[in-house]
């Protein structure tokens, strides 16, 4: 069976950058004023959207439109000064160490074109990229966004030691301007005296457990963050703790005034929304005529999962929560869902193999039924299926066919029960189910919770981006000569990786920071034109 699910209506891509201009325009009696803010040293903390990362690598067009660098750009009409960050060496993305590429730090994502005109998959630059980790950069820099940082990496000492990289303690973001090798990057920013801050941290304390596919716990108070795995959520109260330390530390040091981001809902980025649950399309040739012989094949099987799971959920007491049919059962008349492994589920792999054996299955054949069916279900519309199943789904995975040949089935039979998502259930690293889409969500309420509490208690500027995030979701938001979405590709909020933003991405969320420090500071910082700033970068036009 082919792979059928594709990147479809990336249309009207608007790609060409170009140089920012007002969106609300004075002419040269009027001022601008900074109110009771002191814009004259404006220093920015957070992680990758902070940095400028987009399409999956750092990249200098990308941080020249990041959105400290575009609030900068508009302090400096209301007595903002210098705004320095620290540039990579190419608009290619990736790193090399010592000399070494390093494909886990890859070149950045573009969209080529069919000579056609027809899109088709992201795809990494074709570049080499000449960035290289050791050669330290001479600072201070403004912009301290250092991506994949986590809230309690701000203090962590050695977290730009390139001597800690090979140990995993050490960022190589941070090591190209770290001041010293046993320095922190709230340190570094502190040291620079700064007159305002913005603070952006939270998302990456929950992010990598949403992109493993809920790889990953959410972690007790009582663990040291030293001790946490890379995918795990950060515990509410140590993020409250840091953060308050965070935002004592900078008072302390004169950043009296700043503007603050609440954490988004991640999941209403492309990354979670763009393939939907519900992607197995009946007049897909490669599909549609199978649906009868899946559907078939599956009954013994759902006679099975019905009898053992029944279709009610119940809770420790015995009540129930929930009704839920189990089964698997494909729809000849509209789309159907993926089959995916729910490691939430109780593992009924040993009833599925007895059930089998008593019917007369061998029992290779019917541990084998048991293993991989043990913990199916079809997804729902509560699931999150990541965009990185995309080139996954319809795959026949070979080394399931082996493991069916070697319970006794023929080539053909085998590879008829190796197909992800249709026969074979998708692993748990493209899938977000519900229960783990809760489970991040309540943390993330969480830290917003104290980042709110925090930022009125000192009278800072506070951005809810989920609301922006909602409103890009659903309807768009407008500018002068369009709408900006967050439909992937096409909509110019989010760049290739489907995660972070785009440079008109990023133009929306300076404005609104802007809108929010003018009315808490009494400012009139003007806000850019959306719309002069690009999205996406086709295969071809990266200089």
């Known amino acids: 069976m082919k792979n059928y699910i594709k990147y479809i209506g990336i249309l009207a891509l608007g790609m060409v950058a170009c140089e920012p201009e007002f969106e609300n325009p004075v002419d040269a009696n009027d001022a ?109 820099f403004n912009n301290m966004g250092v991506p994949g940082m986590k809230s309690f ?33 709230l340190g570094d ?50 993020f409250g703790q840091v953060y308050s330390n965070v935002v004592d530390a900078l008072i302390a040091s004169g950043a009296e005034q700043g503007v603050v ?48 799971r029944g279709t009610n959920e119940f809770d420790a007491e015995g009540n129930k929560i929930a009704e839920t049919e189990y089964t698997i059962e494909f729809d000849p008349a509209g789309a159907s869902p993926l089959v995916i492994k729910d490691e939430a589920l109780i593992d009924i792999s040993q009833q599925i193999t007895g059930a089998l054996m008593q019917r007369g299955y061998p029992q290779e054949l019917a541990v084998q039924y048991g293993q991989q069916f043990g913990q199916a279900r079809q997804a729902t519309a509560e699931d999150r299926i990541l965009l990185t199943s995309s080139s996954a789904i319809s795959e026949v995975d070979m080394q399931v066919l082996q493991a069916w040949m070697a319970a006794g089935l023929d080539q053909a039979s085998a590879g008829q029960l190796s197909v992800k998502g249709i026969t074979l259930p998708m692993a748990d690293q493209y899938v977000l189910t519900e229960d783990e889409v809760t489970i991040l969500n309540t943390a993330r309420v969480q830290f917003n919770t104290y980042i709110q509490g925090i930022a009125q208690s000192k009278g800072l500027a506070y951005v809810d981006v989920n609301e922006i995030i909602q409103q890009l979701a659903n309807g768009g938001v407008a500018y002068d ?61 990266v200089q």
């Open 261 to 308: 981001n609440a954490v988004p809902d991640v999941t209403i980025a492309p990354f979670f929304t763009r393939v939907p649950h519900a992607p197995l399309d009946p007049t897909n040739p490669d599909f549609g005529p199978m649906i009868s012989t899946l559907n078939a094949s599956f009954a013994g099987l759902n006679q099975i999962i019905s009898a053992v």
């Open 189 to 238: 920013a502190l040291a620079q005296n700064p007159t305002f801050f913005s603070l952006w941290i939270g998302k990456n304390d929950i992010l990598s457990f949403a992109t493993s596919g809920g790889v990953g716990i959410a972690q007790p108070v009582t663990e040291d963050p030293a001790n946490y795995g890379s995918n795990d959520i950060t515990n509410p109260d140590v």
């Open 481 to 541: 000569g369009g709408v900006i979405t967050a439909e992937f590709a096409s909509g110019g909020a989010f760049s290739l990786d489907g995660i972070h933003l785009t440079p008109r991405g990023s133009a929306v969320l300076a404005n609104k920071m802007i809108d929010a420090i003018n009315a808490t500071y009494g400012s009139n910082v003007p806000k850019v034109n959306v719309g002069t700033y690009g999205t996406i970068t086709i295969s071809n036009s």
């Open 32 to 140: 601008y004023t900074s109110g009771e803010a002191d814009f004259s040293n404006f220093v920015a903390i957070g992680n990758s959207i902070t940095s400028g990362y987009a399409d999956n690598a750092l990249y200098i067009s990308a941080q020249e439109a990041s959105y400290p660098n575009i609030m900068a750009q508009q302090f400096a009409k209301a007595g903002g000064g210098d705004f320095t960050q620290p540039l990579m060496a190419d608009n290619y993305g990736g790193l090399l160490f010592n000399g070494e590429r390093n494909p886990a730090f890859n070149t950045r994502l573009v969209l080529p074109f069919t000579d056609g005109g027809m899109p088709l998959f992201p795809t990494n630059l074709d570049e080499e990229p000449t960035t290289e980790v050791t050669n330290v950069l001479s600072g201070p």
């Open 153 to 185: 990496h701000l203090f962590a000492e050695g977290y730009g030691n390139p001597a800690n990289l090979q140990t995993g303690t050490a960022n190589p973001y941070f090591v190209r301007f770290a001041s010293a090798p046993n320095a922190t990057i």
